[in-house]
């Protein structure tokens, strides 16, 4: 990021391509939509080299960008909101559309077929239970598990404290097992509460 500051103009593709797949993935995750996540994940760069020159090391330069992104997601969950926009992506996955690469890499790996309708199908539990979370738990449990940052930088990125963000978890961790619970019990999915 020192070398983006001082205007390289490789120094910043390579940022980008370094963290552009991550970033893309997490946003997808916080604002449940591959193609708006991308157009985000844009954006978020674009804030990054906009704002290279004030620029100062102090944290880990992921902390930072998340602290950016974050911005960047949670207006965009706003604007959706006073929209009215809504998520028309097929939530039941009962049709069984399969990325064909993915089903390729499926095959090849030699999964059994119940194994695979397994693993997509805990898969598909978990996401609606990380839906049915608070935007703010929501939004901590997926830079703990997925992009791993400690409560510190969590803390940083969320600007709270390490200890809000610590009750902030342990909260999330008891109203997913909530949720989790009938599944894993009796095979129930998580139900939407829309209204």
């Given at each position: 990021?020192?070398?983006?500051?001082?205007?390289?103009?490789?120094?910043?593709?390579?940022?980008?391509?370094?963290?552009?797949?991550?970033?893309?993935?997490?946003?997808?995750?916080?604002?449940?939509?591959?193609?708006?996540?991308?157009?985000?994940?844009?954006?978020?760069?674009?804030?990054?080299?906009?704002?290279?020159?004030?620029?100062?090391?102090?944290?880990?330069f992921s902390t930072w960008m998340y602290t950016i992104a974050r911005n960047v997601a949670l207006g965009a969950l706003r604007s959706r909101a006073r929209n009215k926009e809504f998520n028309?992506?097929?939530?039941?996955?009962?049709?069984?559309?399969?990325?064909?690469?993915?089903?390729?890499?499926?095959?090849?790996?030699?999964?059994?077929?119940?194994?695979?309708?397994?693993?997509?199908?805990?898969?598909?539990?978990?996401?609606?239970?990380?839906?049915?979370?608070?935007?703010?738990?929501?939004?901590?449990?997926?830079?703990?598990?997925?992009?791993?940052?400690?409560?510190?930088?969590?803390?940083?990125?969320?600007?709270?404290?390490?200890?809000?963000?610590?009750?902030?978890?342990?909260?999330?961790?008891?109203?997913?097992?909530?949720?989790?619970?009938?599944?894993?019990?009796?095979?129930?999915?998580?139900?939407?509460?829309?209204?």
């Amino acid at each position: 990021m020192l070398r983006v500051r001082a205007n390289d103009a490789e120094a910043f593709a390579e940022l980008v391509q370094r963290h552009q797949q991550r970033l893309i993935a997490w946003m997808t995750h916080v604002v449940g939509r591959r193609d708006l996540a991308e157009d985000l994940a844009q954006d978020v760069f674009l804030r990054i080299y906009k704002a290279r020159g004030r620029y100062v090391p102090g944290s880990k330069f992921s902390t930072w960008m998340y602290t950016i992104a974050r911005n960047v997601a949670l207006g965009a969950l706003r604007s959706r909101a006073r929209n009215k926009e809504f998520n028309l992506v097929a939530q039941d996955s009962g049709a069984g559309e399969v990325n064909p690469l993915a089903a390729q890499a499926l095959a090849a790996s030699g999964l059994m077929p119940t194994r695979q309708l397994a693993t997509a199908e805990l898969g598909e539990v978990v996401r609606l239970a990380v839906s049915e979370l608070s935007e703010r738990q929501r939004m901590a449990v997926l830079l703990n598990k997925f992009e791993h940052l400690s409560y510190e930088e969590i803390a940083e990125v969320m600007e709270m404290t390490p200890a809000a963000i610590k009750s902030l978890l342990t909260r999330a961790r008891a109203n997913l097992r909530e949720v989790l619970a009938p599944y894993l019990r009796q095979g129930l999915f998580p139900t939407r509460d829309d209204g």
